[in-house]
């Protein structure tokens, strides 16, 4: 058992049975009445976020999760297929646990795969990943950077808004949190 005070962000709770991830926690202390944290938590196997209010000091459960580094090998139908640098062991995890890191994945890439007592929870990416544009409409003359955006599909096949001016075969950085352009990587 914790307590509130060992809240971090990243730390899984146990609560009602199900895995929290926390993503932002904040401990407040009012003028007058107790102190509390406040938090925003993620459930690991659905993907809800939910705001959660815990009184200072109460006790917590914390669930122990093992995060270790993994290499994406390939897509093998429904499932996708990692392997552990250190062992070489492979794994398979469903479409559900990689959810929307699969728009960013592509081979040899590393990744971290957190894991509940040999159970694969979820998967996480680096904050941004460089990609190629491989379907955009040319851009036309008089398109400068601070004009609007056109949709361009990266070699992953997930779509996102791109600068005008830019071509096919540019690489891009993209923030695989929210999906968005971050610039052009020379």
């Known amino acids: 058992m914790a307590s509130t005070n060992d809240i971090k962000n990243g730390t899984v709770l146990s609560i009602d049975g199900q895995l929290w991830n926390v993503i932002e926690f904040q401990?407040?202390?009012?003028g007058k009445g107790g102190a509390f944290v406040r938090t925003k938590i993620k459930n690991v196997m659905t993907g809800k976020v939910v705001d959660r209010t815990f009184?200072?000091?109460?006790?917590?459960?914390?669930?122990?999760?093992?995060?270790?580094?993994?290499?994406?090998?390939?897509k093998d139908g429904e499932s996708f297929v990692f392997m552990d640098t250190t062992d070489y062991d492979q794994i398979t995890l469903s479409d559900a646990i990689v959810g929307d890191a699969a728009n960013f994945l592509l081979?040899?890439?590393?990744?971290?795969?957190?894991?509940?007592?040999g159970e694969p929870l979820y998967v996480e990416l680096p904050a941004s990943v460089t990609l190629e544009i491989?379907?955009?409409?040319?851009?036309?003359?008089?398109?400068?950077?601070?004009?609007?955006?056109?949709?361009a599909t990266v070699e992953t096949g997930y779509q996102i808004q791109v600068p005008l001016f830019l071509e096919i075969g540019t690489k891009v950085k993209v923030d695989t949190r929210t999906g968005d352009y971050l610039g052009r990587v020379n």
């Not at 009184?55 to 390939?74: E, H």
């Open 27 to 30: 401990h407040v202390k009012p």
């Open 55 to 74: 009184n200072a000091g109460a006790k917590i459960d914390t669930a122990n999760v093992d995060r270790r580094d993994y290499q994406y090998l390939y």
């Open 107 to 117: 081979e040899q890439q590393m990744v971290t795969v957190a894991l509940s007592d």
């Open 134 to 151: 491989t379907y955009t409409e040319p851009g036309l003359q008089g398109d400068r950077s601070t004009g609007g955006t056109k949709p």
